[in-house]
């Protein structure tokens, strides 16, 4: 399980997929995220700037072209996964703390 980004609308150009973490984006694809797969469970908050500031927006499902201020415009990602449940069958979200590049293909 994870999240999917895509350059283009429709889930189509660049992609790649990753896992929970902090991920800025290369330059190669730095403000072309059009649209995102989420797995259930999961969440991505989209930044405006590569130090996870300025204008963000979090997602929970499935995008198949991201609207706003956001679209082709994002430089860094945080991916968050659903955690295992705790001892009172709560679970929290989980997330690595790491900042991680990350590298399209397509």
């Known amino acids: ?41 999961w969440s991505v908050t989209l930044y405006e700037h590569p130090d996870f500031t300025g204008q963000h927006l979090t997602l929970h499902t499935d995008t198949r072209k991201l609207e706003g201020d956001l679209n082709d415009k994002a430089s860094a990602l945080v991916v968050t996964r659903p955690a295992e449940n705790d001892q009172d069958g709560h679970g929290d979200l989980d997330v690595d703390d790491e900042d991680d590049f990350i590298v399209y293909v397509g």
């Open 1 to 41: 399980m994870s999240v999917t980004v895509y350059a283009d609308v429709d889930y189509q150009g660049k992609s790649a997929t990753l896992g929970a973490g902090r991920h800025k984006l290369d330059p190669s694809m730095d403000d072309l995220i059009s649209s995102l797969r989420v797995s259930d469970g």
